[in-house]
């Protein structure tokens, strides 16, 4: 045998192991990726009905036919036992008699409308201190507290001024203490 057939059948036979591992040959060649429907997604659409009456407004294009229900509704309905009316009407907001005795047992009637309000700031609290933690690891140091620091000596000296004036104590801005920035490498070293 010579060497020029043999080069192009070792790798004409290397380029079909190759590919035989690609998801993309079972594709072409054997028609391996049909994707099969799903059965629970399948469901049978009910027959068309005369209308009683001609008075009735013709259906828009693509609307949902009334006669129809969803398979949720359907299910429902073959669970329960009760007609698919009942299970629609339930579902609209009706309760039956049975879940309105159970959720009045359970006190849901005095179920606070405004929760999702509480709750989501009460997380936002937790979500704060988390990020007081972070800061402290990050940035080595912690935050300054919050709020004005009121000088204590100048603030009794105006409240005496004022007292001695026949002023009310409220009158005049109260004197402060006032944070000096801190430089970019202060506190690290």
């Keep these: 045998m010579r060497f020029d057939r043999i080069l192009p059948a070792g790798a004409l036979v290397a380029g ?3 590919l035989s ?8 060649i054997g028609g391996q990726s049909k994707q099969a429907p799903d059965e629970f997604q399948v469901v049978a659409q009910q027959p068309l009905s005369i209308p009683p009456n001609a008075d009735l407004r013709p259906p828009r294009p693509g609307a949902p036919r009334p006669q129809e229900t969803s398979a949720q509704l ?9 007609p698919v009316s009942a299970v629609q009407a339930a579902a609209a907001g009706g309760a039956s008699p049975s879940e ?5 047992k359970a006190g849901a009637g005095g179920a606070d409308p405004n929760i999702r309000s509480v709750v989501n700031q009460e997380t936002g609290l937790l979500a704060e201190q988390d990020r007081t933690l972070i800061d402290e690891l990050i940035f080595w140091r912690k935050p300054d ?3 004005t620091v009121v000088d204590p000596a100048r603030e009794q000296q105006r409240i ?4 001695a004036t026949g002023q009310p104590v409220t009158t005049g801005t109260t004197p402060t203490i ?3 920035k801190r430089g970019l490498l202060e506190g690290i070293f």
């Excluded at 591992?21 to 072409?28: K, P, V």
């Excluded at 359907?74 to 009760?82: C, K, T």
């Design 100 to 104: 309105a005795a159970l959720l009045a």
């Design 16 to 18: 079909a192991l190759l």
């Design 160 to 163: 005496r001024e004022t007292q």
């Design 21 to 28: 591992g690609c998801g993309a040959l079972d594709g072409i």
């Design 145 to 147: 507290p919050p709020g």
């Design 178 to 180: 006032e944070r000096r």
């Design 74 to 82: 359907r299910a429902q309905s073959l669970v329960s036992g009760q």
